[in-house]
Structure formats: C-alpha cells, structure tokens
C-alpha cells in the first residue's frame, strides 16, 4: 500500500488529515479502525509531503483529489475509464496554468524579448484578475506551448499522468 491509498483509506474510516505545523493531524468523530492508524502512520513522512502546499497553493493531494473528481465527473458524463482519465488530466494542466499565471511589463515580448514593432504588435494574453502576458502573436504557440510541457511534467512530479490508474 502507498501513501495515496492510506490517505484515500483515511478518508474513506471518516478520518480528516491535516497538518499542524510539521507534523500530522488526524480528525475523526469516532475512533478509526487500528488498521487505518497504522497504515497512516507507516507512510507518515510521504503523507506529510502529500499535505504540504507548494508555493500555487495547492498540495499534492490537492491534485489528486482534484484529478480524481474530474476522472468521476468524466465518468458520470459517460467517458470510458481512460478516456476519463485524459479528460480529467486536461482539466489539471489547465488548472494548474490557471493557479500559476505569467504576467509581464508591456513592451517587451515574453517569448523572444522584442519590442513591438509597427506590423508586428504585442497582444496582451491571459486575463484580468491575473494580469497579461504580453507575447508577439506568432511568439504566443510556442510560448503556450512551453508553459503546457512544464504544467505536464510538474504533474507528472506529483505521479499524476494519463495513464495512471485512479483511486
Ligand atoms: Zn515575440
């Protein structure tokens, strides 16, 4: 058994986990089953590591529980188990790309650090609570799709990908 599967076995008992400080704190309204404790206690470390947020606000287990919302939700919109899981993926890096926005200073292109020039304008990309990227048009694919490939391996870090099994 892994971490995820003593968390999700957590869960499942009533068990609440958080953090206090550096340390794990269990919330339960009846006593979890010894079972339940000692799992939990087996892959404490992991499981510390799986609660702590990094710096989007957002812990591994925030992923995966976001990752394993969308591969239900997928599910109960009648996509089949990878199909499910694809989509639900997407979900993730767009959400991650969402809680980690670029904004740049206009005037400069994010992509090949130009100026603007008269034909060749810069467009502001992203939107407004976040603020803009501002990129050359024809700078913007490449860009984006740099920003796509770091989302992915980020989550991939977190052993969340496409082909992965759900919990
Ligand atoms: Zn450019």
Do not use: Y
């Not at 340390?23 to 309204?29: G, I, V, W």
């Not at 799992?39 to 947020?53: N, V």
């Amino acid at each position: 058994m892994n971490a995820i599967l003593a968390i999700a076995e957590a869960r499942a008992a009533g068990v609440k986990l958080g953090l206090d400080g550096d340390a794990l704190a269990l919330e339960a309204s009846a006593p979890p089953p010894p079972a339940v404790i000692e799992s939990l206690s087996r892959h404490k470390a992991e499981i510390i590591a799986l609660l702590r947020p990094a710096d989007d606000g957002w812990s591994a287990l925030d992923w995966w529980t976001f990752f394993c919302e969308r591969t239900r939700m997928a599910a109960v919109h009648g996509l089949t188990g990878i199909e499910a899981q694809a989509r639900a993926f997407d979900c993730c890096v767009v959400e991650r790309l969402n809680r980690n926005p670029v904004r740049s200073p206009p005037g400069r292109c994010l992509g090949c650090g130009q100026a603007e020039h008269s034909d060749d304008p810069l467009l502001p990309f992203g939107t407004e609570p976040t603020g803009h990227a501002w990129l050359h048009s024809r700078c913007w694919p490449a860009w984006h799709a740099a920003r796509k490939a770091e989302a992915i391996a980020a989550l991939a870090q977190l052993g969340i990908t496409t082909s992965r099994t759900s919990l």
